[in-house]
């Protein structure tokens, strides 16, 4: 899969959000982007895709995953009223059995 933003129009618009969601949650601009997660919490298996709504625990409805990032001791998962517009992100701690999967094909400019 290639690196992708749900409703960006092009690459290059593509790039332009991913920087201003990372910088609105100050989270690094990764070499490798993101593109599915999966983890324990509470004893239950939990995953996320970016363009697919997050796992109905979070109560986010059909809300779009947007972006995910790589923190120090966290991931930051963006839907646009976590973390991507407004609000914070949800936090999956790293040490939650974490399993990153990354995008194929990823734009660094």
Known sequence: MNFFVPAAENEEQAERVYKSFAKFIHAPIPE???WKLGWQHNG???HCEVGKPLP???QTG???VLAIFE?????KI???NRGGVRG???LVGKDYDTSPVYFEQNIIK
Do not use: A, G, H
């Open 88 to 90: 914070e992100p949800v």
């Open 71 to 75: 923190c120090s001791n966290v991931f």
């Open 62 to 64: 059909s809300e779009p």
């Open 44 to 46: 239950t298996y939990m």
């Open 56 to 58: 109905s625990y979070y």
């Open 78 to 80: 963006c839907t646009e």
């Open 32 to 34: 490798k982007r993101i």
